[in-house]
């Protein structure tokens, strides 16, 4: 960079230099040397954009080769196979997987974040007890784009004691016809909480129908594939469908949703989602949730679920980081097969968030569930939750819930959570 | 198996039925072209002309650092030949998902309709040395609100018109030719807005956000506090206290402030000091009258002169 400054004021007093030598020089000699200091200035600038982008791609350079490049391949080449056309980018970025050196190695590394979850719980509850003080989880993120045609997202969570996987998948964003398809494993698609990472949850805990329904925390996460496609519809409405098959093993012990007992006893998800706009700060979000898979009584014992959320939102454009409002519910029906009888359980949950102040949030969620074993067991409870955002990168929490399970069991609790977000965190879908 | 096969199998044909029954890429004449902010829009539709579509994501009155990922952007996203940003992670908090949820190969990161309007403009504030998260929301690549040079501006359309020449090579002259006319038309409006500054060079100013150094730059302003602690740290009653005697002290009585922040402080401030609270224009469109990237410089250096006098 200073080589450049450097060739800037050269070519500034070279200016100078010419100008003061023709006293007499016409106006129009002014107007082309300036043009001609301006060009240069440009240029420079462009070329600083360049050292710029290239200090801080994480993706490799595959944007613009340099013209000087041969884009068109010969004929001989072309003749090779297939694979040839899109390889001539690559080929102008020398990346070799796991052993580039120095900082080119550096400017390769994927986004690394690690968000930290603190829960302290204050209050008796017999039924599913908590301990007063834990480090939750803490989320390792690892995220980069991996190619011209895919990103890859890799989350951990390292519990006190264990790690697990949460979701670890590539993302496939050029395939044809608009598709976009995902390999790994990942939160599946079935409803909104489901998709949530615990830090992008508005409160301490999930939903009693969560427990109860769909798995516990970790929800319906599995291995397998995933596609996806925007539906064009008039009217802008924005629709989407999601397809998707898991190996069939979702959640363990009382919150076990899925297991599969041999290979064909895979799971499939599929969810279909309607957007609109309201008006400029308002939106309503629509889902309608399908999951299907074998329970862990055997492979001629299914349990389906059906869902359906809704999410309405406001955020006025001018205040949008002083004020919102997002009111939120999911209805789920369970089916399970086992023996005697065959259970039919429903759920829901409510919740609204309302931001008072750019960094107060107050919230509420009433809970009513159904066990999916004993469809006959109902249990109910509410919350309310206070959230303050000391900034973007750490939220304290204060939740109070009352839960009335079933067999006349009440709990009164105290949750406090600290999260906080270190480390280049790719952004949540919304 | 063959179940569970079948119906995804169904799903699958389900999704590729809709696919073929719609036409989604029928090729219009037009370039697609959709930008992160409304100034990137304004400067795409100067050299573009009637050739192009363009859209802005981002409105001219909301805070380009916190926009919504509404699914509502994908339906242009994945309509778009060329998406250009501002950069320098001014937008990564809502962007990058909704590319990657777009489906379009044209518009990912590092393809060819992917376009970094910051590689074309003069940045500032690089920071050098070690930064961390203390620093508040500090961008580790530079300063992105860029464009409130005009020189920039004319650099970014520039690299614009390049881009647009590339792709629609058989409207490259039309695109070449309404760049000079823009050129042309800027560099005479700069003159007249520099001879407009030229009185008030050297004056002192605080804003919210550290978002004018570009502005400052250009038209030889001094930005001396911002009423934000930190960047995007909501302003504390001690940092208002020492920004109060600071402006006291050295005799500052603009404070200029973006539409989307709290006027309180701001306010406060101003009673305190007996200075002026300047709600400037970030962007394009942020009222109703301004909707060239003429008429946005034209609207704050009005207000500003006004503010001076």
Redesign the interface.
């Known amino acids: 960079m200073k080589s450049l400054n450097c060739v800037v004021a050269f070519v500034f007093l070279a200016g100078a230099f010419a100008l003061g030598q023709r006293t007499s020089a016409s106006t129009s000699d002014t107007a082309a040397l300036e043009q001609k200091i301006r060009d240069l200035e440009?240029r420079i600038?462009?070329l600083?954009?360049?050292v710029?982008?290239m200090k801080?791609q994480a993706?490799?350079?595959?944007?613009?080769p340099p013209p000087s490049a041969p884009i068109v391949a010969s004929p001989s080449q072309a003749a090779e196979g297939p694979t040839a056309p899109p390889a001539e980018n690559l080929a102008a970025a020398p990346v070799s997987l796991g052993g580039a050196g120095g900082s080119a190695a550096k400017a390769l590394n994927p986004d690394i974040s690690m968000i930290g979850d603190f829960i302290s719980v204050a209050g008796g509850n017999s039924v599913r007890p908590s301990p007063s003080f834990e480090m939750h989880e803490s989320e390792l993120g690892i995220q980069a784009?991996i190619d011209?045609?895919a990103?890859g997202d890799v989350f951990l969570t390292f519990g006190e004691q264990g790690v697990g996987l949460e979701e670890g998948y590539i993302?496939f964003?050029?395939?044809p016809?608009?598709?976009?398809a995902k390999v790994g494993k990942m939160r599946s698609a079935f409803g909104k909480v489901n998709t949530m990472h615990n830090h992008t949850l508005p409160w301490v805990d999930r939903p009693l129908v969560t427990q109860n329904l769909v798995g516990g925390e970790d929800g319906i996460d599995d291995a397998g594939v995933s596609?996806?496609?925007?539906?064009?519809f008039p009217k802008?409405i924005?629709l989407?469908?999601t397809?998707q098959?898991f190996r069939g093993d979702s959640g363990e012990g009382d919150e076990l949703v899925f297991q599969s007992h041999s290979?064909?006893d895979?799971s499939?998800v599929?969810h279909l989602?309607a957007?609109?706009?309201l008006s400029?700060s308002t939106?309503l979000?629509l889902g309608l949730s399908y999951a299907?898979g074998h329970n862990e009584l055997g492979s001629d014992f299914i349990t389906s679920l059906y869902g359906v959320d809704a999410t309405l939102?406001w955020?006025p454009?001018?205040?949008?980081?002083?004020h919102s409002f997002v009111a939120r519910s999911e209805f789920i029906w369970s089916q399970r097969q086992q023996n005697p009888f065959e259970q039919r359980a429903f759920g829901l949950y409510a919740s609204g968030e309302y931001q008072l102040k750019?960094?107060w949030f107050l919230g509420g969620r009433y809970d009513w569930s159904d066990r999916a074993r004993e469809a006959n067991l109902t249990d109910k409870g509410g919350s309310v939750i206070v959230t303050y955002w000391p900034?973007?990168?750490s939220q304290i929490r204060g939740q109070y819930r009352f839960t009335d399970y079933a067999g006349d069991h009440k709990a009164n609790e105290l949750l406090m959570q600290v999260l906080f977000s270190?480390g280049?965190h790719?952004?949540?879908?919304? | 198996m063959t179940k569970l096969v079948a119906r995804f199998g169904f799903v699958f044909a389900l999704l590729l039925a809709v696919t073929l029954a719609c036409p989604g890429t029928a090729f219009a004449k037009k370039l697609n072209v959709v930008t992160a902010t409304t100034d990137l829009a304004a400067l795409a539709q100067e050299v573009g002309g009637e050739k192009i579509n363009v859209n802005s994501i981002a409105k001219g009155y909301q805070d380009p650092h916190f926009v919504e990922a509404k699914p509502s952007f994908l339906l242009q996203l994945r309509q778009a030949d060329l998406l250009v940003v501002v950069g320098l992670q001014l937008e990564i908090g809502w962007l990058p998902p909704l590319i990657t949820q777009s489906g379009n190969p044209r518009i990912q990161v590092g393809a060819n309709g992917y376009f970094d309007a910051s590689q074309f403009a003069e940045i500032l504030e690089i920071p050098s040395g070690a930064i961390t998260r203390a620093m508040g929301d500090v961008h580790p690549l530079g300063n992105p609100h860029y464009w409130l040079d005009p020189e920039n501006g004319r650099r970014v359309a520039k690299g614009i018109v390049a881009k647009l020449g590339e792709m629609d090579a058989e409207d490259a002259a039309y695109f070449q030719q309404r760049y000079q006319d823009f050129a042309r038309r800027l560099s005479e409006a700069e003159k007249n807005w520099d001879a407009q500054m030229k009185p008030f060079r050297g004056r002192k100013v605080v804003t919210y956000h550290n978002s004018l150094p570009n502005f400052a730059k250009q038209f030889g302003l001094e930005v001396v506090g911002f009423v934000e602690p930190r960047p995007g740290i909501p302003p504390t009653p001690s940092h208002t206290l020492d920004v109060i005697n600071m402006m006291k002290r050295d005799g500052v009585k603009v404070i200029m402030v973006e539409p989307y922040f709290d006027r309180k402080t701001p306010d406060a401030i101003a009673r305190e000091t007996g200075g002026t609270v300047v709600e400037y224009l970030p962007s394009v469109g942020g009222v109703k009258d301004v909707n060239t990237y003429f008429q946005l410089f034209d609207y704050d250096i009005a207000l500003l002169t006004k503010a001076f006098q």
């Not at chain 1, 016809?177 to 976009?180: H, T």
């Not at chain 1, 596609?227 to 064009?232: A, D, L, T």
Request: aromatic fraction near 10%; hydrophobic fraction near 40%.
């Open positions: 440009d600038i462009t600083e954009g360049q710029r982008t801080s993706a490799p350079p595959a944007a613009a784009i011209p045609y990103r993302t964003t050029a395939l016809a608009s598709f976009v596609i996806e496609r925007i539906i064009p802008g924005f989407s469908a397809g098959v290979k064909s895979l499939t599929a989602r957007y609109k706009d400029e939106n979000d299907r939102r955020k454009l001018r205040r949008a980081i002083y750019r960094r900034s973007e990168f270190m280049a790719g952004a949540h879908p919304f």
